[in-house]
Antibody
Framework: QLQLQESGPGLVKPSETLSLICTVS?????????WSWVRQPPGKGLEWIGE???????NYNPSLKSRVTISVDKSNNQFSLKLNSVTAADTAFYYC???????????????WGLGILVTVSS | DIVMTQTPLSSPVTLGQPASISCRSS???????????LSWLHQRPGQPPRLLIY???NRFSGVPDRFSGSGAGTDFTLKISRVEAEDVGVYYC?????????FGQGTKLEIK
């Protein structure tokens, strides 16, 4: 069964860079799926940050595009998120997610990590 | 961006009774491949969201058949035929037709 696990610092200072890694187990990241990051401020709704494919192709939310980099590391079956120049507004649970695809298109965000709370504070 | 609007935002229901949540998108969610990329997610307190329904009406693996999805174009509905205690939490609709992917505000289902 596919599992995703986020890792990284739970506390980041304002103006610094938030860096998270998602480790995928139970299946290859080099499959016909896209890999996304989604965030959720405590008590609030969901926001899609962006996605990557194993080729390195990416798509980003324009609202964050100037500050976000998502990359893939096939050798370690991981993908990562970097968000620079963070502020308190970036405090949220960050989830890594698989957007499953088959020959008929997207099957939805079918596998989620447990999430990691990242707090931006000095 | 495609705006996803859910109603109601809160839904108190009695155990064993049906529940219904509506989701409206600001643009059609029909993609040029003919598929409609509308999904429903459920999030229990303290847990990540989980996929319930994809492409309007397809139940994800392991989802009970009391959950059903319907709709077309810009108007969609999630129905629970008989609410059980484990169904509490927040339900989100989501579109993956175009970037950026967007979610509804969430509908909180609680037991009366």
């Amino acid at each position: 069964q596919l599992q995703l696990q986020e890792s990284g610092p739970g506390l980041v200072k304002p103006s610094e860079t938030l860096s998270l890694i998602c480790t995928v187990s139970g299946g290859p990241i080099s499959s016909s799926n896209w890999w996304s990051w989604v965030r959720q401020p405590p008590g609030k709704g969901l926001e899609w940050i962006g996605e990557t494919y194993h080729s390195g192709d990416t798509n980003y939310n324009p609202s964050l595009k100037s500050r976000v980099t998502i990359s893939v590391d096939k050798s370690n079956n991981q993908f990562s998120l970097k968000l620079n120049s963070v502020t308190a507004a970036d405090t949220a649970f960050y989830y890594c997610v698989r957007d499953a695809f088959d020959g008929s298109g997207s099957l939805g965000f079918d596998s989620w990590g447990l999430g990691i709370l990242v707090t931006v504070s000095s | 961006d495609i705006v996803m609007t859910q109603t109601p935002l809160s839904s108190p229901v009695t155990l064993g009774q049906p529940a219904s949540i509506s989701c409206r998108s600001s643009q059609t969610l029909v993609y040029n491949d003919g598929n409609t990329y509308l999904s429903w997610l459920h999030q229990r307190p303290g847990q990540p969201p989980r996929l319930l329904i994809y492409k309007i009406s397809n139940r994800f693996s392991g989802v009970p058949d009391r959950f059903s999805g319907s709709g077309a174009g810009t108007d969609f509905t999630l129905k629970i035929s008989r609410v059980e205690a484990e169904d509490v939490g927040v339900y989100y609709c989501m579109q993956t037709k175009q970037f950026p992917y967007t979610f509804g505000q969430g509908t909180k289902l609680e037991i009366k």
